[in-house]
């Protein structure tokens, strides 16, 4: 079946035609790890794996590269003030290294939890500092760069392509907060490649380079690390649509300079993830991650299933209600398919109509009505019903292989609390039987109280 793909670069739904037949190349903007990822990073993670998912049901053997930035990412997005790991670094009384190395793995451990696929290489800025530098060489020998005090910049006045990607002219791109302000630039979107390190001040992370001792910039490790990966062009960039008017912009600058050719032939885009209707921030008190999830006994795979209910191009509005009742269908799937008998044929009529809907551009909306209509179907044998479902569920990643078939598995020590629980619970104990229950959550169970007694459930 043939796939379609929205590409940010064209504006177009254009239908995907890998550079290799049969393998396609997909790089994805990972973190800055400077501190724990939030639930809007996990939901442009979340696509980025759907697309990788989609483009293996349709026999795509996938290289994917997810990123790790543990230098010259700053505060601003632009080319001033601190870097973002050495800014947490010094707040928090460690090195860089041992941030960077903190938060790393608490990426690694939070894609696992909303069962993303393990990336085929996870590369870090650090690892290659050398390949960076000889970017910027081959930019600074086509004439595309120039030093000034703080550090090596990219001329963006001497690219006519510069701003295809958002459709912005060099003269469209005011100084603000996304492109800070540098009075020895000589244009505002101007973007450094190489920065000094402060005289007098030794930095966390420095290298010596034919510019002097500094950093990169944050863009040039995307550029070197996917061509490394990849080649150039490659096929898929992903992202959210934050990166749309710098980051991405300065990435396919940078490789367009280089190498002649586009970074990627395919750009696509997740919309932002607002939370009560507004922006995600510290300042509100509403900057969440996986471990705020877990601490109001919502699972982590409930929320992929909350963000696979709208499409990656539209904004998605987070509530503590509307996670709650994702948590409640995806409750409400599992119940049922525990029940069916072990899996037969796929129903590959069924399935077609699946693979359209999520070839449309990813529409998971669709996917999980025809998902749905299906569980629904009193007609179809439930064995057939759990072959397609587990089909499915190649693309969506919901984990359903755990359960399909498969009752509820009570241990002993998870029957001797919940029995205690009832016994807290005739007694009116309510602060026991919350304790309880507690205790059964960190075993693996949630327990649900019903007119007819308790219910429990395996924690997803």
């Not at 990849?230 to 960039?237: A, E, I, S, T």
């Not at 006994?297 to 929320?303: G, M, N």
């Not at 019903?450 to 219910?455: E, L, M, N, S, T």
């Given at each position: 079946?043939?796939?379609?793909l929205y590409?940010?670069l064209?504006?177009?739904t254009d239908?995907f035609?890998s550079i290799t037949?049969?393998?396609?190349?997909l790089y994805?903007?990972?973190p800055?790890?400077?501190g724990r990822?939030?639930i809007g990073?996990?939901?442009?993670w979340?696509?980025a794996?759907?697309?990788r998912?989609?483009l293996q049901?349709?026999n795509f053997?996938?290289t994917?590269?997810?990123?790790?930035?543990?230098?010259?990412h700053?505060?601003?997005?632009?080319?001033?003030g601190e870097?973002k790991?050495?800014?947490a670094?010094?707040?928090?009384?460690?090195?860089?290294?041992d941030?960077?190395?903190?938060y790393?793995k608490?990426?690694?451990?939070?894609?696992k939890?909303?069962?993303i696929?393990?990336p085929?290489?996870m590369?870090k800025?650090?690892?290659h500092?050398?390949?960076?530098?000889?970017?910027?060489?081959?930019?600074e020998?086509?004439?595309?760069?120039?030093t000034i005090?703080d550090?090596?910049?990219?001329?963006t006045?001497?690219?006519?392509e510069y701003g295809?990607l958002?459709?912005?002219?060099?003269?469209e791109?005011e100084e603000?907060t996304?492109i800070?302000?540098?009075a020895?630039?000589r244009n505002?979107?101007?973007?450094a490649l190489?920065?000094?390190?402060p005289?007098?001040?030794?930095r966390?992370?420095?290298?010596?380079?034919?510019?002097?001792?500094?950093?990169?910039?944050?863009h040039?490790?995307?550029?070197?690390?996917?061509?490394k990966y990849?080649?150039?062009?490659?096929?898929?960039?992903t992202g959210g649509?934050?990166h749309?008017?710098?980051h991405?912009?300065n990435?396919i600058a940078q490789t367009l300079?280089?190498?002649?050719v586009m970074?990627a032939?395919?750009w696509?885009?997740?919309e932002?993830l607002?939370?009560d209707?507004?922006?995600?921030?510290k300042?509100?008190?509403?900057?969440?991650?996986?471990d705020?999830?877990l601490a109001k006994?919502?699972?982590?795979?409930?929320?992929r299933?909350f963000?696979l209910?709208?499409?990656?191009?539209?904004q998605?509005?987070f509530t503590?209600?509307?996670?709650?009742a994702a948590?409640n269908?995806l409750?409400?799937i599992?119940?049922?398919?525990?029940t069916w008998s072990?899996?037969?044929?796929?129903d590959?009529?069924?399935?077609?109509?699946f693979?359209t809907?999520v070839?449309?551009?990813?529409?998971t909306p669709?996917?999980?009505?025809?998902?749905?209509?299906?569980i629904?179907?009193?007609i179809?044998e439930?064995?057939?019903?759990?072959a397609t479902?587990?089909a499915?569920?190649?693309?969506?990643?919901?984990?359903l292989?755990d359960?399909?078939?498969?009752?509820?598995r009570v241990t002993?020590?998870a029957?001797?609390?919940?029995?205690?629980r009832?016994v807290a619970?005739?007694?009116?104990d309510?602060?026991?039987?919350?304790?309880l229950?507690?205790?059964?959550?960190g075993?693996?169970?949630?327990?649900?109280d019903?007119?007819?007694?308790?219910?429990l459930k395996?924690r997803?």
């Open positions: 079946m043939k796939v379609f590409n940010t064209t504006r177009s239908e035609k037949p049969g393998k396609a190349g994805v903007c990972g800055t790890v400077y990822a939030h990073n996990l939901r442009s979340i696509f794996d759907t697309l998912r989609v049901a349709n053997v996938v994917e590269v997810i990123n790790i930035t543990d230098v010259g700053l505060v601003g997005d632009g080319d001033e870097d790991l050495q800014k670094a010094d707040k928090e009384s460690k090195t860089a290294w941030i960077a190395a903190e790393t608490l990426f690694v451990e939070d894609i939890k909303v069962n696929e393990t085929s290489v590369p800025a650090t690892d500092i050398a390949e960076q530098i000889e970017l910027v060489k081959a930019m020998e086509k004439g595309f760069t120039y005090t550090g090596v910049y990219f001329d006045a001497k690219m006519p295809q958002s459709r912005q002219r060099i003269d791109k603000g996304r800070e302000v540098n020895e630039k505002p979107s101007d973007f190489w920065k000094f390190s005289a007098g001040e030794q966390h992370m420095e290298w010596e380079s034919p510019w002097g001792k500094g950093f990169p910039g944050w040039l490790e995307c550029s070197a690390m996917s061509e990849l080649g150039v062009p490659f096929d898929l960039h649509v934050d749309i008017a710098v991405h912009e990435e300079a280089a190498r002649g970074e032939n395919y696509l885009h997740n932002f607002q939370v209707g507004g922006k995600m921030s300042s509100l008190g509403n900057f969440y991650s996986i705020d999830l006994e919502i699972s982590p795979l409930a929320f299933y963000v209910g709208a499409h990656y191009r539209t998605l509005n503590w209600e509307a996670v709650q948590q269908a409750g409400n599992i119940d049922v398919v525990r072990k899996p037969g044929e796929v590959e009529g069924v399935m077609k109509r693979m809907a070839n449309n551009d990813l529409d669709a996917g999980l009505a025809i998902m749905w209509s299906l629904n179907d009193d179809v439930s064995s057939t019903k759990a479902l587990l499915m569920d190649e693309v969506l990643g919901l984990a292989e359960v399909v078939a498969r009752p509820v002993d020590e029957q001797k609390l919940l029995e205690q009832e619970r005739l007694a009116k309510w602060e026991r039987s919350d304790l229950r507690d205790e059964l959550f075993l693996g169970y949630v327990v649900e019903k007119p007819d007694g308790q219910h395996e997803r």
